[in-house]
């Protein structure tokens, strides 16, 4: 069965400086698809960036980018230059090519920004 | 545009009572999913739809049913509720499960069962 694991509950980071969001997965789909969700206190679930695993490539969406280790089934977010609005819930999600309708959650990570 | 509506945003009831929840989307999406979060847990599904008139289950069913009579509207019942339902409760929807389509999100219902 495939996993999502976000080993760190908290972060804090200060204002302006860089931040890296740690997810690891585990799957035996050589295809598939990550995402980056942002949940900030008004609850609504957020797209940050998105990832297709057969793209080598990195995705980058302005501030925010991602390392996307496949070997090692590794999927970190970092956020440059942050910023206040950036303080949220940020979770970590898998879902396979095809096959099923179901994505997969990490536990989520609290971010916190110190002004 | 308002994307996904969930109706209502914050309920209490008491155990053994029922409800619906509603969800809305003016996307023209054909998936719809109901996802409950608790804390120290990431979302886990409980039901979805494929398009107009179908359901089906997902992670967590148990408890809970689901109707999907016009494509744009998602309910979740719950028949006679728990305390171990007390969560928030989110509704989804995606235009197709082909390539890297996201789910789009409501604000979420907190429901708490005494």
């Known amino acids: 069965a495939q996993t999502v694991t976000q080993s760190q509950p908290e972060m804090s980071v200060q204002e302006a400086e860089t931040v890296t969001l740690s997810c690891t997965y585990d799957?035996?789909?050589?295809?598939?698809?990550l995402f980056w969700y942002k949940q900030p206190p008004s609850r609504q679930m957020i797209l940050v960036i998105r990832q297709e695993a057969y793209k080598q490539q990195n995705a980058t969406e302005n501030r925010f980018s991602v390392n996307f280790q496949k070997a090692a089934k590794s999927f970190s977010l970092k956020i440059s230059d942050s910023q206040l609005g950036d303080a949220a819930m940020y979770f970590c999600a898998y879902r396979p090519h095809s096959g099923t309708y179901k994505y997969i959650f990490g536990t989520g990570t609290r971010l916190k920004v110190l002004a | 545009n308002a994307g996904v509506t969930q109706t209502p945003k914050f309920r209490v009831l008491k155990t053994g009572q029922s409800m619906t929840l509603l969800c809305a989307q003016d996307m023209n999406h054909e998936y719809m999913y109901w996802y409950r979060q608790d804390p120290g847990m990431g979302l886990r599904l409980i039901h979805y739809?494929?398009?107009?008139?179908?359901?089906a289950k997902g992670e967590v069913p148990d408890g809970y049913n689901v109707s999907r009579l016009k494509k744009q509207n998602f309910l979740l019942g719950l028949e006679s509720a728990a305390p171990s339902q007390t969560s928030v409760y989110f509704c989804?929807?995606?235009?197709?499960?082909?390539?890297?389509?996201?789910?789009?999100f409501g604000d979420g219902t907190r429901l708490s069962i005494l």
């Open positions: 739809s494929v398009g107009e008139g179908t359901t």
């Open positions: 799957t035996s789909e050589s295809d598939y698809y």
């Open positions: 989804a929807s995606s235009y197709s499960e082909t390539e890297d389509q996201p789910q789009h």
